[in-house]
């Protein structure tokens, strides 16, 4: 059967169009199908301009750190416009799309925009946003398709915004709820805080950022805390009610009322409407696609990758599957991407940043560890007399001295744990740490200082 394409990509995010890139780089004709921006979450509502937001809220702590280092800022506070931000975020998303639209154009992927339907192995309807309607084939179909925030954690949540909406902003609210506790609701009750919103956040744990190492969770409560952000553990509302204006969150007895709140109880694989039945396909926990070493699926011919697959919905993981995908399918070199090592951060502030497993979970895969920590008040807010404080954890296989893991909360850790991710996966052990020679003085020293351990465990 002599088909269109050799591949049709659905969804036109990071993962999407990396794959397609590289498919079509190795000479395969690729199509994507796209029926919203060209870009995804990440480019257009999630890293890109989450991180944006970042920047804006951190100037909130340097204005309040200058005048220890000597500036005067004149009378009154700063004011934060919202508005000026969200035009600028606006015309950055936009530069951005255009960018992957011509890196699409000048790679030789044909983007076809509508809304794609399998329908068959290896047949794709596509129902175009300008009404052309279509059925595409080829030996290969990747879904990349991400996923969206979930709008049916609780009764009444469905009226709340998402990230995508307050991204969308022109102006903050004075006070608002956060519902959740995983990286979008941490990075965002950070930055509105200081912003100048009164923030509260309820979720169900102890501490936020379940399934971080507990020195990591521990560290984001107290810098929450610091922020001015009210937490409210084990607290999630049971029902949500819109009153003459106000959100009124119920649970129990509990009433409380506010004017604007955030759904950040997490995101879904986007696989509705896509037809995987037709190719024998059942998604399962959580709408996710499930798949089998290098991205296959339990259908012939059919692969997904990124956040469809709810696995480790990290950016940079969806276009390293997408391109190992392509190199195996069409460039001669199979290969899969080792997960074992993904570094991840959390953009609140001061940042959080891991790479390896955690505590826990270092002792529950059969290590016995060493652990090295160390937890001080940083060069530059003992200087003012601050009190934000910088912490970092090694774990150490104790049979082996195999660096096993590095977490860091404070100033920089993203940048300073994405370079020791080069280590980890090099295979570094806590010898080559002692063996370098630091750089003085930074805060990144404090991790080739760490001479004795905190204890030994597992």
Same mark, same amino acid.
């Not at 129990?252 to 009322?257: C, T």
């Not at 059969?366 to 652990?371: E, Q």
């Not at 003992?382 to 774990?395: D, H, N, W």
């Given at each position: 059967?002599?088909?269109?394409?050799?591949?049709? $990509?659905?969804?036109?995010?990071?993962?999407?169009?990396?794959?397609?890139?590289?498919?079509?780089?190795?000479?395969?004709?690729?199509?994507?199908?796209? &029926?919203?921006?060209?870009?995804?979450?990440?480019?257009?509502?999630?890293?890109v301009p989450k991180k944006l937001l970042m920047y804006a809220a951190a100037f909130g702590d340097a204005f309040a750190e200058a005048r220890g280092y000597g500036?005067?800022?004149?009378?009154?506070?700063?004011?934060?416009?919202?508005?000026?931000?969200?035009?600028?975020?606006?015309?950055?998303?936009?530069? @951005?799309?255009?960018?992957?639209?011509?890196?699409?154009?000048?790679?030789?992927?044909?983007?076809?925009?509508?809304?794609?339907?399998?329908?068959?192995?290896?047949?794709?309807?596509?129902?175009?946003?300008?009404?052309?309607?279509?059925?595409?084939?080829?030996?290969?179909?990747?879904?990349?398709?991400?996923?969206?925030?979930?709008?049916?954690?609780?009764?009444?949540?469905?009226?709340?915004?998402?990230?995508?909406? !307050?991204?969308?902003?022109?102006?903050?609210?004075?006070?608002?709820?956060?519902?959740?506790?995983?990286?979008?609701?941490?990075?965002?009750?950070?930055? @509105?805080?200081?912003?100048?919103?009164?923030?509260?956040?309820?979720?169900?744990?102890?501490?936020?950022?379940?399934?971080?190492?507990?020195?990591?969770?521990?560290?984001?409560?107290?810098? !929450?805390?610091?922020?001015?952000?009210?937490?409210?553990?084990?607290?999630?509302?049971?029902?949500?009610?819109?009153?003459?204006?106000?959100?009124?969150l119920l649970s129990g007895d509990r009433v409380r009322s506010f004017p604007w709140v955030l759904n950040a109880t997490g995101r879904r694989p986007n696989t509705?409407?896509?037809?995987?039945?037709?190719?024998?396909?059942?998604?399962?926990?959580?709408?996710?696609?499930?798949?089998?070493?290098?991205?296959?699926?339990?259908?012939?011919?059919?692969? &997904?990758?990124?956040?469809?697959?709810?696995?480790?919905?990290?950016?940079?993981?969806?276009?390293?599957?997408?391109?190992?995908?392509?190199?195996? @399918?069409?460039?001669?070199?199979?290969?899969?991407?080792?997960?074992?090592?993904?570094?991840?951060?959390?953009?609140?502030? /001061? /940042?959080?940043?891991?790479?390896?497993?955690?505590? &826990?979970? &270092?002792?529950?895969?059969?290590?016995?560890?060493? %652990?090295?920590?160390?937890?001080?008040?940083?060069?530059?807010?003992?200087?003012?007399?601050?009190?934000?404080? $910088?912490?970092?954890?090694?774990?150490?296989?104790a049979a082996t001295d195999q660096v096993l893991a590095v977490h860091m909360a404070g100033h920089d850790a993203p940048e300073i744990v994405q370079s020791l991710?080069?280590?980890?996966?090099?295979?570094?052990?806590?010898?080559?740490?002692?063996?370098?020679?630091?750089?003085?003085?930074?805060?990144?020293?404090?991790? %080739?200082?760490?001479?004795?351990?905190?204890?030994?465990?597992?």
């Amino acid at each position: 059967m002599a088909h269109d394409f050799d591949l049709i $990509t659905l969804g036109a995010g990071s993962g999407g169009v990396a794959a397609s890139r590289r498919a079509a780089l190795h000479g395969a004709r690729v199509a994507i199908v796209e &029926a919203g921006r060209v870009g995804g979450t990440c480019v257009l509502r999630g890293c890109v301009p989450k991180k944006l937001l970042m920047y804006a809220a951190a100037f909130g702590d340097a204005f309040a750190e200058a005048r220890g280092y000597g500036w005067a800022l004149g009378e009154g506070a700063p004011a934060f416009d919202m508005a000026r931000w969200q035009a600028a975020k606006t015309a950055e998303t936009d530069r @951005l799309e255009g960018i992957y639209r011509q890196m699409l154009s000048a790679g030789n992927v044909m983007l076809i925009e509508g809304f794609a339907r399998l329908v068959g192995p290896g047949r794709v309807a596509v129902r175009g946003t300008s009404g052309d309607d279509r059925e595409i084939t080829a030996p290969h179909v990747l879904i990349a398709t991400g996923a969206a925030p979930v709008r049916d954690s609780i009764p009444g949540i469905e009226t709340c915004a998402t990230s995508d909406d !307050l991204l969308d902003l022109a102006a903050l609210p004075t006070t608002a709820a956060v519902i959740g506790a995983g990286y979008v609701a941490v990075e965002f009750a950070s930055m @509105l805080a200081r912003l100048g919103t009164k923030v509260s956040l309820f979720f169900r744990d102890t501490l936020p950022l379940r399934g971080f190492d507990e020195l990591l969770r521990t560290s984001a409560a107290q810098s !929450l805390t610091a922020a001015g952000v009210e937490l409210n553990p084990g607290s999630v509302p049971t029902r949500i009610q819109r009153v003459e204006g106000e959100f009124v969150l119920l649970s129990g007895d509990r009433v409380r009322s506010f004017p604007w709140v955030l759904n950040a109880t997490g995101r879904r694989p986007n696989t509705g409407g896509l037809g995987l039945e037709s190719v024998g396909l059942l998604p399962g926990r959580n709408g996710a696609v499930a798949v089998k070493p290098g991205s296959r699926t339990a259908a012939d011919g059919v692969y &997904a990758i990124g956040d469809v697959v709810d696995h480790k919905n990290l950016t940079p993981v969806a276009i390293a599957e997408g391109r190992a995908l392509a190199d195996t @399918l069409f460039g001669g070199t199979p290969r899969v991407v080792d997960l074992s090592r993904v570094a991840s951060a959390v953009f609140m502030l /001061p /940042p959080l940043a891991s790479v390896g497993p955690t505590e &826990a979970e &270092a002792i529950a895969q059969g290590h016995r560890v060493k %652990v090295y920590e160390t937890d001080f008040r940083a060069m530059k807010q003992a200087f003012i007399g601050g009190t934000e404080r $910088t912490r970092m954890k090694l774990l150490v296989d104790a049979a082996t001295d195999q660096v096993l893991a590095v977490h860091m909360a404070g100033h920089d850790a993203p940048e300073i744990v994405q370079s020791l991710a080069v280590a980890l996966t090099a295979g570094a052990t806590k010898a080559h740490f002692d063996q370098t020679v630091a750089v003085h003085p930074t805060a990144a020293e404090e991790f %080739v200082l760490m001479r004795e351990p905190t204890r030994t465990v597992g």
